[in-house]
């Protein structure tokens, strides 16, 4: 429970389902219902092909790179650090979000499902770097890392299910009770990240 809690709190802080359901819903105002239904499918379905791969491999490529998993639980903590401490300030700077740029090219374009929903809305770099560092610090215990993944894939799923009701979610909750929940989660994200920080020095063998 400890474990699925974890993977939880952290997907859900670095996919945002809430912010990629109002991103979507302020991009897709003039596509069709089916179209957007294709959209926000599509664009799950790669970003949950990417975010399993790094999952899956992406402590096999750091290792071919020459990295430490005490390396990758110091950076990582230190990215989901700056990751929570924009949501707390609701401020964007491309850890979670598009950038102003971004958003301006996703507007010119009919199908964004690639670009910016698959990445960097869903699969940005946060999300990325959660899901090797969770795989990681399950390795060796099989069952630990089938939560992991089955905490990503219930994440996305729900992200899925939010934008395909954005509008119904933005009527519900209101821009105030987006942010209240947004951060709340930053929150304890910046704790989980801190305790990331402190595993990796504890484990460099530096101290």
């Given at each position: 429970?400890?474990?699925?809690?974890?993977s939880l709190a952290?997907?859900?802080?670095?996919?945002?389902?809430?912010?990629?359901?109002?991103?979507?819903?302020?991009?897709?105002?003039?596509?069709?219902?089916?179209h957007r239904r294709?959209?926000?499918?599509?664009?799950?379905?790669?970003?949950?092909?990417?975010?399993?791969?790094?999952?899956?491999?992406?402590?096999?490529?750091?290792?071919?790179?020459?990295?430490?998993?005490?390396?990758?639980?110091?950076?990582?903590?230190?990215?989901?650090?700056?990751?929570?401490?924009?949501?707390?300030?609701?401020?964007?700077?491309?850890?979670?979000?598009?950038?102003?740029?971004?958003?301006?090219?996703?507007?010119?374009?009919?199908?964004?499902?690639?670009?910016?929903?698959?990445?960097?809305?869903?699969?940005?770099?946060?999300?990325?770097?959660?899901?090797?560092?969770?795989?990681?610090?399950?390795?060796?215990?099989?069952?630990?890392?089938?939560?992991?993944?089955?905490?990503?894939?219930?994440?996305?799923?729900?992200?899925?299910?939010?934008?395909?009701?954005?509008?119904?979610?933005?009527?519900?909750?209101?821009?105030?009770?987006?942010?209240?929940?947004?951060?709340?989660?930053?929150?304890?994200?910046?704790?989980?990240?801190?305790?990331?920080?402190?595993?990796?020095?504890?484990?460099?063998?530096?101290?």
């Amino acid at each position: 429970m400890e474990t699925a809690a974890l993977s939880l709190a952290t997907f859900f802080a670095t996919i945002g389902p809430l912010d990629v359901a109002a991103i979507f819903a302020a991009l897709t105002g003039n596509a069709t219902l089916q179209h957007r239904r294709s959209m926000a499918i599509r664009g799950t379905l790669i970003a949950t092909a990417i975010l399993v791969s790094f999952a899956l491999a992406g402590e096999v490529l750091l290792a071919s790179l020459g990295i430490s998993l005490a390396a990758l639980r110091t950076a990582g903590g230190i990215l989901l650090l700056l990751i929570g401490i924009e949501m707390v300030f609701a401020r964007t700077t491309g850890g979670t979000s598009t950038t102003d740029e971004e958003e301006q090219e996703a507007l010119l374009k009919q199908d964004i499902s690639v670009f910016p929903i698959a990445t960097p809305l869903i699969a940005g770099p946060g999300a990325m770097g959660a899901a090797i560092l969770l795989m990681a610090d399950a390795e060796g215990d099989l069952t630990h890392q089938v939560i992991v993944l089955s905490c990503l894939l219930a994440m996305l799923l729900a992200t899925c299910i939010g934008m395909l009701l954005a509008s119904r979610i933005q009527q519900l909750l209101g821009i105030i009770g987006m942010h209240v929940i947004t951060r709340v989660m930053g929150v304890l994200l910046c704790a989980l990240a801190v305790q990331f920080i402190f595993d990796g020095i504890a484990n460099s063998g530096l101290l």
